[in-house]
């Protein structure tokens, strides 16, 4: 570096002295002479610096050297400039010394002691460096998890609403243990417009149906029932920044379809996209009580819409997905979150109370009867048998034996609702080898229309009910499965068999000999004639044929072909059989005999309560899910039922 400077000074010196001489600058002789000492200058600084350099060569290349070439014989990572720096400064020590001693001695090799003496303080350096390395380390480390400390949410163990005040307002709920009752009164979501007011504080428990969160604000819309939902929302508090930002934090950490309580000032707003329209809640407290997966196997708003919404988003940019029966029954729970979906099993409910209203009005009875039994209840229809004991027992197929007998213990009108057990292989959209049976058998005085009235005064009562008490349920229904009332007479509308195979031959069936069993398509088409002739939905058929009813069945005293038996029809499907009963036990074995059924030991029973003197009766069985299915316009009948059972499912 020094010789770099010399080189460039002496440089500029000759510069300003060519210039003078030149003659740039000739006013005066002083010029010319300043030029020559210039000149002399140079000449003499040259001269030096050569011998300086013959002296540092000649005696001291080997400190020199050694001195230039430690940086650089450094491990890569720690070659530095301050490295390159000592180096220029020990080498231009020793050419000062260089300069001043001439040629001193190089001095000796250090003692095995004062080796030992230097590595031992390298050492120590070096440990020291690396304890203050730690200890920087540890303090960064315990700001970290102090700073971690600060901003974590705890579970809140909420034992006491008194003590509410000392728990955080938000974070996960200790798992509920039933540990004590805490005092909060929590509310429902539709008596939100009608019970309170602006400014009052609820608690509330329900489903997170959406959340969106941003830096500063969160949105929530919570789901009560399937179907009734509420808006509340956060802000940041400008006076609480470290509380705003935890609840923000703890917001976005919540998934759609958990469970959740919160509490909440509200406060007057206009909120189109939920049920509670005039309200919102400015949210105090979350607390999560049951976390839902983030991944959901599909979202509740895609269960939730139409056929015709879906199929006329496919043309759009973006599609809604089409979510088929097998993914929905496969998690059913989820696909029931849907709110025409949840509806349909409260109408489903709903058709019980009315089936037990209207009879329990008309002086019947409920009992309950067994389902394990000895024999087929149900001549014609598959049978699930299982081990009994080392015996074979069959589910019951119906409850049609036991009602009888019940009729023979005095019990003059009786019903139940109750489990069904078919084992057919059938795949179609409106069987299932379990469903609820709604069965009555009542005693008559002359005729079995005493039975088929008061099945028309109940259907009329059920029908009415539904559109009048469940009109809530009904319109959340039809905004997804689209469909119409049904449409009943006052008096029972009963065709008679002759008549509907007069309507079949005109409409183009081919009937034979006009004793075999209906197809589907030709209910459909009585149901559509009737519906043209006689205005309703809801009608019977009568006098079908003996050879396909069952053996309990009273035949026609006019015509022993035909039978004293009917079925009820809603849009032109079938939802219930029944008939005038065999009362008479002689009667009973010879139908038994005529239709090959061996009377064993699962009908003695039965036959021997006729033998002990029975009231003449007669009876009907009734699908509740086919009931719920046509009703509601359904295209299948799955849908009406919660968890249903076919060939091909026997779970969940």
Known sequence: ALVQIGVIRTAASGIVSREFVQGKSKKTSCARYLGRICHTYCFVRMVMWIMAASLFCMHLRPRVAAAWSAPFRRPASRFSISGISSGVRSSSRLFSEGESGGSAAVKEEKSEEEKAQIKAEREARKAEKERQKAEKKAKKEAERLAKEAAEAIHDVLYLSHDDQDSYPAMGDMARIMSRSRSGRKFEKVSDLEDKFKAGDTVWLRGRLQSIRVTGRSCFIVLRQDSFDTVQACYFKNKEDPEGSQKM????????????VDLEGEIAEADVKSCSVKTMELSLNRIHCVSKADANLPFLVEDAARSEKEVEESQETDRPFPRLGQEIRLDNRWMDLRAPANNAIMRVQSAV?????????????????????????????????????????ACLAQSPQLYKQMAISSDMTRVFEIGPVFRAENSHTRRHLCEFT?????????????ETLEVIHSMFKHIFNGLETRWSKELKVIREQYDSEPVAFTEDPCVLHWPEAMEILTKEGFDIGDGMGDLTGAMELTLGRVVKEKYGTDFFMLDKYPYVIRPFYTMPDPDDKRFSNS????????????????????ELVLEILKDKGIEAGEGLESYIQSFRHGVSPHAGAGIGLERVVFL???????????????DPNRCTP
Request: glycine residues 8%; aromatic residues 12%.
């Open 566 to 585: 009917y079925d009820i029809f809603i849009r032109g499907q079938e939802i219930c059989s029944g008939a005038q009963r065999c009362h008479d036990p």
């Open 352 to 392: 019980c109370q009315l089936f037990r209203e209207s009879l329990y009005s008309q002086g019947f009875c409920e009992i309950h009867t067994p389902k394990l039994i000895a024999g087929e209840s149900e001549s014609g229809a598959g049978v699930f048998t299982t081990d009994y004991f080392g015996t074979t």
């Open 248 to 259: 923000i934090k703890y917001l976005k950490s919540l998934a759609e379809e958990s469970v």
């Open 437 to 449: 049976g709604l069965d009555l058998e009542m005693a008559i005085d002359d005729h079995y229309m």
């Open 631 to 645: 009703y509601l316009g359904l295209d299948n009948v799955r849908k009406a039922s919660m968890f249903p059972r």
